[in-house]
């Protein structure tokens, strides 16, 4: 996996040429330790310039994953995210005593300098249109990315990977006691 820690520098295995277009797109994913930060905004210095252009703003990986994992949650529709795999250990996860549930499960970025592109796995409800599912998904996590990191989003994959039949036993639900 690369990683970009400023603009101009980058891991070896490098493949944007490779792959043709100035995407300049670097992977990372919601479980990279650390991650790495993308500059959105370098701005001229000195005295006078306005106080609000001057510096560099940067923003980590992990932040654009969450972003995309909370605007991806708030489509109705959407049960779940993630994998069988990742949504069995988020759940031991959740009930570990002051454990946090991982807004970014399910959720994967590449991120280069200006641009990003997300993966999403996401889990519906029985019922809902998956085709309107995904397009109010793709359109409120391009939105939400966007005005929030100042990146293009040039695409949202998504893939459903299960639907959330409704006689299914919530995980969340307790148990019925024997006794009273």
């Known amino acids: ?36 930060t993308t500059t959105v905004g370098a701005g001229p210095v000195g005295p006078d ?7 560099r703003t940067s923003v980590a990986d992990v932040v654009v994953v969450k972003i995309a994992g909370m605007a991806a949650r708030e489509v109705p529709g959407v049960y779940d995210m993630g994998g069988g795999l990742s949504r069995t250990l988020g759940a031991v996860r959740d009930r570990v005593p002051g454990g946090r549930p991982n807004v970014g499960r399910g959720v994967k970025v590449e991120v280069g300098e200006r641009q990003t592109a997300l993966d999403l796995d996401l889990v519906v409800e029985y019922g809902v249109p998956i085709r309107d599912v995904a397009r109010d998904v793709r359109e409120n996590v391009i939105t939400a ?30 148990a019925d006691s024997r006794v009273a």
């Open 145 to 174: 990315v966007e005005r929030m990191t100042g990146l293009e989003v040039v695409e949202v994959n998504i893939a459903i990977g299960d639907v959330h039949l409704p006689d299914e036993e919530d995980e969340e639900a307790p």
């Open 49 to 55: 310039e306005p106080a609000g252009t001057r510096g």
């Open 1 to 36: 996996m690369t990683t970009k820690t400023h603009p101009g520098a980058t891991a070896a295995g490098d493949d944007t040429q490779a792959r043709g277009g100035d995407r300049d797109r670097v992977a990372a994913s919601a479980g990279s330790p650390g991650g790495s």
